[in-house]
């Protein structure tokens, strides 16, 4: 970590623990290829499986379904690609859904930014054929999980599969693909205190997908190509770390309330989107009436404060929410909006730090007074 510098942007990545740094390290200083037959290619498969025992344990799957690639939006676009199968999505999908197939059909969310069951089941209906729906457990810029189980339940009234982005949920909340009943759900390391450029996709017995990269047999047909054996290693790693620290859920959600209270006593008509519905402990979407998010960012940064406008995944622009738009948010609010995601080195400390530089922030720059906009999923004034 940067020396003085408060670190909120676990979302877009988690710092490394050190156990995997270590797990990384041992299996970088390994001879052998895992594919091979001899010893040196024996231990190094051992490491791959015990990993993968690892990863399956945190989300309550069986080992075998456990297909390690190259990122989350590799998992991903190879669950939405490989089906071969017509795609639905929510809107407010990470990009690596909405772009992974052509002729993708959004669903819409509430003001909340939870999916329209009620549309999910006109949309099956109309189609009349085998589908697959891609659902997230929890959104990356605002936490707002979602009803995982009922889309399950229409889903497969219909035949279709349904696909889980949980690569923000796993690790802050527990996880069950097995009670969830989805057939496919992707994982990626960096978000739990792995390594990067490793993620998982977890297949159910009975799904058939066509492999994006070809040229060999690992992972079960299912991704040619070596094994990154030190990634996956680290990953197992973080996997076992990351189920062990499932209990300090209840500690990130009381820094977060302090953090939403705090806000709210300088400004009590700020925006915290997703509030008003389950959300991940360590999430927050907010928003400072009348200064940019990109002004925001760069502001906190010069005050020792890393945090995030929406996904980290875009280059590193700051651009308007397509979460905050497919939710109804007005513009002019959506680009004030930021993102505060906690996690495993902050402490009581860093939310007050924050909240003291949002408040000196906002006092210059922000509006003297605020209205409250009018479509009221945008305001929560409950305290926290």
Not at 82 to 100: I, K, N
Not at 284 to 298: F, R, W
Request: aromatic share 4%; charged share 20%.
């Amino acid at each position: 970590m940067v020396e003085n510098i408060a670190y909120l942007d676990h979302n877009a990545g988690t710092p490394v623990r050190a156990g995997v740094v270590a797990a990384v390290a041992e299996a970088l200083a390994r001879t052998g290829n895992p594919s091979s037959v001899h010893r040196y290619g024996r231990l190094a498969r051992r490491v791959i499986e015990d990993s993968r025992e690892r990863v399956a344990a945190l989300v309550d799957a069986p080992a075998h379904g456990v297909i390690f690639t190259g990122s989350g939006t590799e998992a991903d676009n190879l669950a939405l690609r490989g089906a071969g199968r017509p795609c639905l999505a929510t809107a407010v999908e990470h990009d690596a859904v909405l772009q992974a197939v052509p002729d993708l059909v959004q669903l819409a969310v509430d003001g909340d930014g939870v999916v329209d069951l009620d549309e999910l089941q006109a949309r099956l209906t109309a189609l009349g054929r085998p589908a697959v729906v891609s659902v997230m457990f929890a959104n990356n810029e605002t936490g707002v999980i979602q009803p995982i189980a009922e889309v399950v339940r229409v889903a497969h009234e219909h035949g279709a599969w349904v696909h889980c982005d949980a690569i923000q949920a796993a690790g802050k909340v527990p996880v069950s693909m097995r009670r969830l009943g989805v057939d496919l759900l992707s994982l990626s390391a960096h978000k739990l205190g792995g390594p990067p450029g490793i993620g998982a996709l977890v297949i159910a017995d009975g799904v058939a997908l066509s492999p994006m990269i070809r040229g060999g047999g690992q992972e079960r047909g299912r991704r040619a190509g070596t094994e990154n054996l030190p990634a996956i290693a680290g990953f197992g790693v973080a996997a076992e770390i990351a189920k062990a620290a499932l209990t300090e859920a209840e500690g990130l959600t009381a820094l977060r309330d302090e953090l939403e209270a705090g806000l709210k006593n300088v400004c009590p008509e700020m925006a915290i989107f997703g509030s008003r519905v389950a959300r991940l402990p360590n999430t927050s979407c907010i928003a400072m009436p009348g200064v940019s998010s990109e002004t925001q960012v760069m502001a906190f940064d010069l005050a020792g404060l890393a945090v995030s406008a929406g996904a980290a995944c875009s280059s590193g622009k700051v651009r308007a929410s397509h979460v905050l738009r497919a939710m109804g948010v007005p513009v002019e609010i959506a680009a004030t909006a930021i993102r505060v995601s906690l996690g495993w080195t902050n402490r009581a400390d860093d939310v007050r730090r924050f909240v003291a530089a949002w408040s000196a922030l906002y006092g210059r720059l922000g509006m003297g007074v605020v209205s409250a906009p009018t479509t009221n999923h945008i305001v929560d004034r409950r305290k926290g």
